[in-house]
């Protein structure tokens, strides 16, 4: 897809959070590449599936509608909270409290959620391209 000269991808479908990161083609085509963007929404069992994130894509274009450049590239992590009778929620992990991961209805199926678990599965998979709700505003 970059080498046709797409200047995004999206992939969907593993229900988990992946990698983002810019790929070049031969002739030096820049393509940003999310892999996946997990689940907005899950009420899955499995902690991984929690964790999702919006991606925040700031371009430039000229008048005609060419794209001049990327201005600024990031995902905004997010956490599904459910309880153990559902409520189903969206939060950015950065207002995602501690109190709302120990009483997140995950904990039936397998280890509770706890927020270093979460920050260290989004540093994990984001990297550089994980911003915070709050620094978009």
């Known amino acids: ?15 988990v959070l ?14 940003l590449c999310a892999y996946s963007l997990g689940n907005f929404i899950s ?16 371009l430039k274009f000229d008048p005609d509608g060419t ?3 990327t201005v600024s ?7 599904t909270y459910y309880g153990s009778k559902g409520g189903y929620t969206v939060y950015p992990l950065e207002q995602f ?14 280890k509770p959620l706890t ?3 979460l920050n260290d599965l989004k540093d994990k998979v984001l990297g550089d391209f994980a911003v915070t709700w709050e ?3």
Do not use: N
């Not at 590239?73 to 956490?79: F, L, M, Q, S």
């Not at 409290?97 to 397998?110: D, I, P, S």
């Open 43 to 58: 009420g899955q069992h499995k902690r991984p599936t929690m964790l999702g994130g919006i991606l925040d894509l700031r």
């Open 18 to 31: 992946q990698p983002v990161e810019w790929i070049e083609s031969d002739t030096g085509h820049r393509t």
């Open 135 to 137: 620094s978009l505003q």
């Open 67 to 69: 794209l001049l450049e």
């Open 97 to 110: 409290t501690e109190e709302q991961a120990a009483a997140h209805g995950v904990k039936k199926y397998e």
């Open 73 to 79: 590239a990031g995902v905004i992590p997010t956490v």
């Open 115 to 117: 927020l270093d678990y």
């Open 1 to 15: 897809l970059c080498d046709g000269g797409a200047d995004l991808i999206i992939g969907t479908h593993p229900h």
